[in-house]
C-alpha cells in the first residue's frame, strides 16, 4: 500500500534566517560571507584509533581519520574532524549520512565501534570573507589567526557564548564552517548579525 500521508518540505533550522544572513554579505561589500550550509551529513564515529577498525574505515572512506588533535583531513567532499583521541566527526554532502554509515560499520565488522548519525543535532554556518577572523574574534577566545588557526585546523570551542565546533576551511579564503546545535542556532545568527555591523 502505498504511504499516503501528507510529507512537510524538510526546513533547516535557520531557513528564516536566510534573507538578513544575504542581506548582511551584501551591504558588507565584500568584507564577510554568511550563509547556512543546511543538512550536511554528521557522523560521530568512536574507535580505538590503534585498532584494526581505524585502518579499515579510513580505506573504505579514502582517507585516514587524523591523529593529531585538532586536526581536518579531507578526501572530495567528505572530512574527518578530530574531536578526541577516540572520536572524530565525518562530514559529508546532505544526505549522505546512510550510506557513509553503512560504510563504516560494514569496514568495522565485528571491531567495537560506536558509529552515530548526529545530523540532526547541528547545523552549519559558514563565515567567510577578509574580515571573517575579525567577526568570529569578537567573541572567540582562540587565536584565529592563519598561523594558528590554520587551514584543516578545528576545535571544539565557544562563540558568543554558544558550544560550538569551529572549522577553518582548505584554504585561508574559503573561511570557516561553524557547527552549532540546531536548538542554539537561531541565537548564534542573532549575536553574529550584531558583532558584524561594523563591516555592513
Not at 57 to 71: F, K
Not at 97 to 124: K, M, Y
Request: with cysteine; glycine share 8%.
Amino acid at each position: 500500500m502505498a504511504d499516503t500521508a501528507p510529507t512537510a518540505p524538510r526546513r533547516s533550522p535557520l531557513s528564516q534566517a536566510a534573507d538578513r544572513l544575504a542581506a548582511a554579505t551584501r551591504t558588507s561589500g565584500g568584507a564577510i560571507r554568511l550563509a547556512e550550509l543546511p543538512f550536511l551529513a554528521q557522523i560521530n564515529v568512536r574507535l580505538d584509533a590503534k585498532g584494526a577498525a581505524a585502518d579499515a574505515i579510513g580505506l573504505a572512506l579514502g582517507l585516514q581519520l587524523p591523529l593529531e588533535p585538532n586536526t581536518v583531513v579531507r578526501a572530495g567532499q567528505l572530512a574527518a574532524l578530530w574531536l578526541g583521541p577516540d572520536e572524530w566527526l565525518l562530514i559529508g554532502t546532505p544526505d549522505s549520512q546512510r550510506g557513509l554509515e553503512s560504510r563504516i560499520r560494514e569496514a568495522a565488522g565485528d571491531e567495537s565501534v560506536s558509529v552515530t548519525d548526529v545530523s540532526a543535532q547541528r547545523t552549519t554556518l559558514l563565515v567567510a570573507g577578509p574580515r571573517a577572523h575579525d567577526l568570529l574574534a569578537h567573541g572567540c577566545a582562540l587565536d584565529l589567526h592563519p598561523r594558528a588557526f590554520g587551514p584543516s585546523r578545528c576545535a571544539q570551542t565557544t562563540l558568543g557564548r554558544t558550544q560550538v565546533v569551529l572549522v577553518s576551511r582548505d584554504e585561508p579564503r574559503a573561511g570557516f564552517w561553524v557547527l552549532v546545535r540546531s536548538s542554539f542556532a537561531g541565537y548564534l545568527v542573532d549575536w553574529l548579525l550584531d558583532a558584524a555591523r561594523e563591516y555592513v
